[in-house]
């Protein structure tokens, strides 16, 4: 396996995992404000914990490559249903670059869950902690 190989999964990973790592610390720093966003989203304010623990447990197994697999399939679900809540069911209601913008946000919410499904697929790669499981099982 070339360096380049061997390392792609790995930057990969932490690439995936900083967005969820990054939103779920500002969740946390940010508890009010956000559980008042959800509730005003439709979402009740009482799943912040576990919107916390999906975003900052699941980053944090993706980025060591812990259970990376599954880690991956539930940020893939987290990905497309917050996309889907909070940019795509707001979009229809605007107009103009308004609606562009969560359209745009959206689709990179969209995008993250194909990545996370190739760690689905093809397992964390070198320097984890899963190892170099290449099986499709989750």
Known sequence: MTDTLRYA???GRVLLALIFITSG??????YAGTQGYMEAMG?????????????LGGGIALLVGWQARLSAFLL???SLLSGFLFHYLPSLGMEGMEAQ???ISF????????GMLMVV????????IDGRKTDTTL
């Open 9 to 11: 999964a790995p930057l």
């Open 25 to 30: 610390f500002g969740k946390i720093t940010g």
């Open 43 to 55: 979402v009740p304010g009482a799943l912040l914990p576990l919107v916390i623990l999906v975003e």
């Open 76 to 78: 893939a679900g987290f």
């Open 101 to 103: 913008a969560n359209m």
């Open 107 to 114: 689709m990179k919410n969209v995008s993250i869950a194909g």
């Open 121 to 128: 697929a093809f397992g964390a790669g070198a320097l984890s």
